[in-house]
């Protein structure tokens, strides 16, 4: 097959392309930094002559076109599958909405549960085998493009061509529109500056706990990129990486040689991950690097993948938790924030590790724009906020006051436990609270 023959058949202009779009249409803009820049643009020329277009995507990195507009949620209706800060603020506009999840699941979404008129992602350039790679993020596009009605691919050549698992690239054959970009920078997302003494004194608490050979999956968020560049000045050694999200701490740890996958049951010596997003430093390192295989995300994701990865550690944020247990890492209230993404996934599989260990890190408080400090421990979660981890599978909890790991736990015992990570001068109010719940015993009093 002429390859190239068949890539001129199928290049036109954005302008062109995105006339597939009709009013009453799902459109799909796929995932993080593989939004489109010159199609969303020439999707949102076309706002006046369309209404009802629905359109989905998730950890946006920058304002789509389609939301710019003030009249523009006559028009474009945004469906986020995680939010980000964008996501938020197009959620706040009136015209976005969140759709819940297990990340796991979203693979199987596609194939069974929504409808796809038109997808437009951003691609690498095609390559001799007619083939384009879905560069930062493999996650579920293979099935969602599978679904889609009408394939578009924007490419850029910034874009760096990961190596993967089947369901990472998409041929020339397969696509219907091709539109050659203005190839934009590839969006970059920072590691939160800095690192505060809280982030530093519960990542120590979780590096010891790591042993050398350990197999690794790091959140987004100041304390597990700490945790990662804590490790990288650590002694550990043979570390492997199988993770949802990939971010710059594992690009460190790599580069200080801790990282060799040699005592992974699975994927011997590649790290694996379904998305990646950070500094350019992180693109480049996995430009058509062999260490690195990106793979869909219900591979990365499945508890049944990771309960066959001994030793797995899972490290992930919240927004705060309850004297029951539950721990929130979605809302404040009912004020949206992220998502339920791989944390469960995560905290479950890791569980199911043989050695295994699941870490939910957060700071003890959090100072509002009044300055007035709260704690992050709560007796119940606040009215509308979400319980992304039931009390029934959280392992450790972490703060920067001690560790403590609620398996086994009777409704009492955790109550103690919680309370006694929490920031001392919140402690006795909280003991209050536990006496009124009816989940206090006096006994380490």
């Not at 058949?9 to 249409?25: F, I, P």
């Not at 982030?199 to 042993?211: F, G, Y």
Request: hydrophobic residues 40%; proline residues 4%.
């Amino acid at each position: 097959m002429d390859y190239q023959a068949l890539y001129q058949q199928k290049l036109t202009t954005a302008a062109q392309a995105v006339k597939a779009v009709k009013s009453g249409d799902w459109v799909d803009y796929g995932w993080c930094t593989n939004h489109p820049v010159a199609l969303d643009k020439a999707l949102a020329d076309r706002k006046d002559e369309l209404t009802d277009v629905k359109v989905r995507g998730g950890v946006t990195m920058w304002m789509p076109e389609i939301a710019k507009a003030d009249d523009a949620g006559e028009h474009f209706t945004w469906n986020s599958w995680h939010c980000s800060g964008i996501d938020r603020k197009i959620i706040g506009k009136g015209m976005g909405f969140f759709a819940p999840m297990r990340y796991s699941e979203l693979p199987r979404f596609y194939r069974e549960n929504v409808t796809v008129d038109v997808a437009m992602i951003q691609v690498t350039p095609m390559d001799s085998h007619g083939n384009f790679s879905y560069a930062l993020a493999a996650s579920h596009l293979a099935d969602m493009l599978d679904k889609a009605k009408v394939i578009i691919v924007e490419v850029n050549q910034n874009l760096p061509w990961v190596y993967g698992l089947t369901g990472c690239e998409i041929n020339i054959a397969d696509v219907d529109y091709v539109v050659e970009g203005d190839n934009p920078a590839v969006a970059q997302l920072g590691g939160g500056g800095e690192p505060t003494d809280v982030d530093r004194a519960v990542a120590k608490l979780i590096v010891e706990q790591i042993p050398n050979g350990a197999c690794l999956q790091l959140g987004i968020g100041g304390m597990p990129n700490t945790v990662g560049s804590m490790i990288a000045q650590s002694d550990l050694k043979d570390l492997g990486v199988h993770t949802e999200m990939y971010v710059d701490g594992f690009v460190d740890m790599a580069l200080a040689g801790k990282l060799t996958g040699q005592n992974k049951a699975l994927d011997k010596g590649r790290q694996v991950y379904a998305f990646a997003a950070g500094t350019q430093k992180l693109y480049d390192y996995v430009d058509r690097n062999p260490a690195v295989m990106a793979a869909p995300v219900d591979y990365t994701n499945d508890v049944r993948v990771l309960a066959q990865l001994d030793n797995f550690i899972s490290i992930n944020n919240a927004i705060d938790m309850d004297l029951f247990g539950q721990v929130n890492a979605e809302s404040a209230g009912l004020k949206h924030i992220s998502g339920t993404g791989g944390q469960l996934d995560f905290v479950m599989g890791a569980y199911l590790s043989k050695g295994g260990k699941s870490f939910i890190c957060m700071s003890s408080t959090v100072t509002g724009k009044d300055g007035s400090v709260k704690s992050r421990i709560v007796p119940t979660l606040t009215p509308g906020s979400i319980a992304t981890d039931p009390r029934s599978c959280v392992q450790y909890i972490v703060t920067e006051h001690g560790m403590i790991n609620l398996k086994g736990l009777s409704t009492w015992e955790r109550a103690e436990a919680i309370i006694s990570i929490a920031d001392p001068q919140f402690r006795e109010q909280l003991i209050q609270d536990a006496q009124k719940m009816g989940i206090w015993r006096r006994s380490n009093r």
